[in-house]
């Protein structure tokens, strides 16, 4: 049974830093697409950083490219995404995601909204 269990959300004032962990379980990374997307109130959720495991190619949404770094740890199963320079706008609830089709072109995987696994989601609230 795949499960995704995020941490590491939390409250921050605008410019500083925090860290989501993404643990998984039921599978092995290796060779996978991971990804996180964030979802804010009333607005529709997005992704927001990808990697593929198997060359640690990554890809992000132009909003947070040069603040926000996807990795991985293959030890551990899991998952991170590094955030500095936080804004405001960067307030949502953050998700992991994996698609479950072994087929998904990881390019492509940031906007995959559907036939994903989701963990439960931590939030992230910068304040100004």
């Known amino acids: 049974q795949v499960q995704l269990v995020e941490s590491g959300g939390g409250s921050v004032q605008a410019g500083g830093s925090m860290r989501l962990s993404c643990a998984a379980s039921?599978?092995?990374?290796?060779?996978?697409?991971m990804g996180w997307f964030r979802q804010a109130p009333g607005k529709e959720r997005e992704g927001v950083a990808v990697i593929y495991t198997g060359d640690m190619s990554t890809y992000y949404v132009d909003s947070v490219k040069g603040r926000f770094t996807i990795s991985q740890d293959n030890a551990k199963n899991t998952v991170y995404l590094q955030m500095i320079s936080l804004k405001p706008e960067d307030t949502a609830m953050y998700y992991c995601a994996a698609p479950r089709s072994l087929a998904t072109i990881c390019s492509t995987f940031l906007r995959q909204k559907n036939n994903n696994y989701w963990g439960q989601g931590t939030q992230v609230t910068v304040s100004s």
């Open positions: 039921g599978f092995s990374l290796r060779y996978k697409c």
